[in-house]
Structures are given as C-alpha cells and as structure tokens.
C-alpha cells in the first residue's frame, strides 16, 4: 500500500475513535513504530487535531473531528479573493443600501 493511500485509510481507522495508540497503528496496517510516528506527523500537517498524555493511560487524544485541510493560493487567487473582498465592501457604499426616502430629500 502506497503512502497516499495508507494515509487516507488511516484517517478513516481514526475516525471512529477518541483516542488511540501507534500500537493502534502498527496492528491494523502491519507498519513498523517508527513509520506509524511518521505517519501521526503527516496527519496532523492535514489537519487531524490531537493532544498527546503520556502515562499508563495515555494516547493520543483526537480534539475534534472534522478535518481542516489547508488550502494554499498562488499570488494570482490571493489578489483576486483580496479585489473580490474589497468590492463587497464598496458596495455597501453604494445607493443601495439607502432607502426610499433618502433618495427623495437628498
């Protein structure tokens, strides 16, 4: 199984859970420790949120679960989203928020 795809099938295994253990990991994907830890770094820069408590009964606790993925923008999209706001606010500037009767007396 391909990296991607044992990422995604992860996500999924943790999905269901609310906490969990690499030995969670290492178990259902037949993966070495050190590739599960690796594997816990990739999810959480995708956006699996999670705290770590050690002792006995500790784990990883997952903090909520959807997933924010982060979307990332070229210059181009930055500046169109950036005009595209900057509009919206003009507009609030423009007769149409004035009433009838403000059009009357003016």
């Known amino acids: 199984m391909d990296k991607a795809n044992r ?3 992860e996500l999924i295994f943790l999905s269901n859970k609310n906490i969990f253990h690499i030995t969670d990991l290492v178990e259902e994907f037949h993966i070495s420790k050190r590739t599960a830890l690796r594997d ?3 999810l959480e820069q995708m956006g699996l949120s999670f705290y770590t408590e050690n002792g006995r009964y500790g784990g990883y606790h997952l903090i909520s679960k959807e997933l924010l993925i982060p979307i990332t923008f070229n210059l181009e999209e930055i500046n169109a989203i950036f005009f595209a706001l900057n509009a919206l606010t003009s507009l609030s500037a423009t007769p149409f928020a004035k009433s009838y009767k403000q059009f009357m007396t003016s």
């Open 7 to 9: 990422l995604n099938q």
């Open 40 to 42: 816990i770094s990739d």
